[in-house]
């Protein structure tokens, strides 16, 4: 009886999975360049490097967004100057980007962090 209902949690799992990616390609099958700034190291200016690439083609007349995803520390909300919090209104309850310039957007993880940016955080995510 486990193994069966862990074999249709699994099921539901892929089936899951399956759909985040489908969903994931259709949104990104618009943008034309995509540029992923990352190293094997941290603390060597990838997040500088990022956000003043971002700014200088959003100031060269590019529409530019600008996703931040690192989770140990995420810090181009601070580089950029931008305050507030996420906006859940999109499609789906899904999170909104702030904007920054009229033609940049950023999103960003620490801003689902709320007032103490700063504070320990455990992260609890769905396993696959």
Do not use: C
Request: overall charge positive; glycine content about 10%; proline content about 2%.
């Amino acid at each position: 009886m486990a193994l069966k209902r862990q074999s249709n949690q699994d099921q539901n799992r892929k089936t899951q999975m399956k759909m985040q990616n489908k969903e994931i390609a259709e949104a990104l099958r618009h943008i034309k360049n995509k540029i992923l700034v990352m190293s094997g190291k941290g603390g060597v200016g990838k997040s500088s490097v990022a956000a003043y690439l971002s700014v200088s083609l959003a100031k060269r007349g590019y529409r530019v967004g600008l996703m931040d995803v690192d989770l140990h520390g995420f810090s181009i909300p601070r580089i950029l100057g931008l305050t507030g919090s996420p906006d859940f209104s999109g499609k789906g309850g899904k999170m909104l980007p702030i904007n920054y310039l009229s033609n940049k957007e950023v999103i960003s993880i620490e801003t689902l962090m709320g007032e103490n940016k700063d504070a320990a955080t455990i992260w609890r995510l769905q396993t696959f």
